[in-house]
């Protein structure tokens, strides 16, 4: 199966080990990985404020870069929930949406192409998990994110009180309701301490900046790692921290 990965923005510029473990993590399930250069952004964060001209141009690029593939993955629900929800609006030629058809969420595609839920994975720690906004209320991931972290070896997985409730961060409402993000970034790492895991694991990583920025600021030792990390971890080749 020939894939392309849609890094996308944050990932690329911030979060590159997320790119790099999701990549390794398919090559091990035997997908020939691709990662077309050209790629830029989804545009969502265009279209939220209001541009949606430039949020069109790059919805014709991502189908322009990513026709022909047979899936595009993403590590990011949020994204994918705006390539799918949006682009075939903003793309001029209905055909040329291809690629929006074939793009998946990272645990999507694992579980519904891939057909697997033990991906081999190994990560000794005690871990919870939030399930983000347009994850689980735009393109409906559900338990699957769950399902591949129950499967891995030494994980310790321990429910999130509160889980469904967002994290605060949704964009640029971080930004323009900073006081009301702030309050509800609160609430989240409330839960978050009252689990004792060590890690923090979601499918975006805007989500695990916001909540980790949050967490390091209180020196209460949980580090947040993409799921795609996790999952590409072995006995192996052990997920280690950034230095």
């Not at 040329?96 to 645990?107: D, F, M, Q």
């Not at 559900?142 to 949704?170: I, K, M, Q, Y």
Request: net charge negative; proline share 4%.
């Amino acid at each position: 199966m020939r894939v392309a990965l849609f890094a996308t923005c944050l990932t690329d510029t911030l979060f590159p080990g997320t790119a790099i473990a999701a990549t390794r993590l398919l090559e091990r399930l035997g997908c020939r990985v691709e990662f077309p250069l050209d790629q830029t952004c989804c545009g969502q964060m265009h279209l939220n404020t209001g541009y949606r001209e430039h949020a069109a141009d790059l919805a014709e690029r991502y189908a322009a870069i990513f026709a022909g593939y047979d899936a595009v993955v993403a590590p990011s629900g949020s994204c994918v929930a705006m390539v799918r929800e949006f682009h075939q609006d903003l793309v001029a030629s209905p055909s040329r949406n291809g690629a929006v058809r074939h793009t998946y969420e990272l645990s999507e595609f694992l579980v519904d192409v891939l057909g697997v839920t033990d991906v081999g994975a190994y990560f000794p720690h005690r871990v919870t998990y939030h399930p983000t906004c347009h994850s689980l209320r735009a393109i409906g991931v559900g338990d699957r994110p769950l399902r591949l972290l129950s499967s891995v070896r030494g994980l310790d997985l321990v429910a999130l009180p509160e889980a469904e409730t967002c994290c605060g961060f949704g964009g640029t409402f971080a930004v323009k309701n900073a006081d009301v993000s702030t309050a509800m970034l609160a609430d989240k790492m409330r839960c978050v301490a009252e689990t004792g895991a060590e890690v923090l694991t979601a499918g975006d990583n805007s989500c695990l900046m916001h909540i980790g920025g949050g967490l390091s600021r209180l020196r209460v030792g949980v580090r947040t790692v993409h799921l795609a990390e996790i999952l590409a971890s072995t006995e192996e080749e052990p997920w280690r921290a950034p230095a």
